[in-house]
């Protein structure tokens, strides 16, 4: 058996479990989400330093699934 979750970090939010890697342990720059049961994936990249990927892929992830 393939396990699908090898490499990414899991998480659950809401309920619903997701795949993330981030480019920054803090998320910094870059964020790329995956829901595999729901099919949607959100990846945010940036080049500025003072931008926060994991919040702005939180938050587009959240709308996304209607999740609080």
């Not at 809401?14 to 964020?31: H, L």
């Not at 990846?43 to 500025?48: G, R």
């Amino acid at each position: 058996p393939i396990d699908a979750a090898q490499g990414w970090k899991v998480e659950t939010v809401g309920g619903v479990t997701r795949y993330a890697v981030y480019g920054t342990e803090a998320g910094k720059r870059g964020a790329f989400l995956r829901v595999p049961d729901r099919h949607a994936t959100v990846i945010v990249l940036t080049n500025d330093d003072a931008a926060d990927a994991k919040a702005m892929a939180d938050v587009l992830m959240a709308r996304l699934l209607a999740v609080p």
